[in-house]
DNA sequence: CCTTGACCTTCCAGTGACTGGAACCCTTAT
DNA sequence: ATAAGGGTTCCAGTCACTGGAAGGTCAAGG
């Protein structure tokens, strides 16, 4: 399988593929020609990783996920604190997009928004 | 002034201030041992940067808003459309997190978290 | 006068996870 | 012979800093 056949099959660009294989997620054999031959293993790979990236997780954080998925005698507690610790990430964040959203909703509504310059949400960030 | 007074009365680590300077945000003079020297109406900029920081601006919207505070003759309608567009933005990644958090909550509540290796959160993965 | 310590300076490299682009090679069809 | 549509490598850029090295400046103390 080449690299446009394999991206074509698992939704991520030939340009992330090779990256992951740069960063060592991934070591798939090489033709004669140069070209990249992936195997079917890889298809799981590349479908495990860009599933976990779009829950948010990092790169080194899949890198552990896919070597507890690939030890067949690990601990399910060891993933969900994984999961856990990830989860708790994304709790903070969304806590701190919140107060941003709160604060700056109010202060679109107090502007009015027309030709004057009088604005509430300047006056807000050069009070500080 | 120099940079260590003005960092702590803006809050704004001195490397960030450097930085600052280095992508035009201030432009402080400079005495003749080559320290900088910052002046009043600085620690107003770069209180007004913090704020606009902490409410999630990029660095070129901060720039506009800069802009736009130092324009007398602006409408406040300018500044609300920045501030609107910048609140989508923020609404959007805050959506983006839920689904996150809804998805992986899911997952860990479906872990047993112990030493068995059946592992809910690994079979989405993997199924994709 | 010398040193110590706390400042200040510049410059370079690294962060995360790609992404774009240039320059070039391989294969197949026309 | 050439054109199209793959593939390859390598380099630079993204964003907003942050860390660190190497060195200059200044006031106080011995």
Redesign the pocket.
Known sequence: M????I?AQTGL????I???EEIGLITPRRD?????VFARTDVHTLRF?GRA?TLGF???ECRKLIALYEDKGRASGDVKALAQEHLQDIEDKIRQLEEMRMTLSDLVTACAGDNRPDCPILTDLAKG
Chains 1, 2 share one sequence.
């Open positions: 080449t690299i446009g056949e991206a660009p030939a340009k992330t090779r990256y992951y004669s020609n140069g070209y990249r990783l990236r990092s790169i080194e």
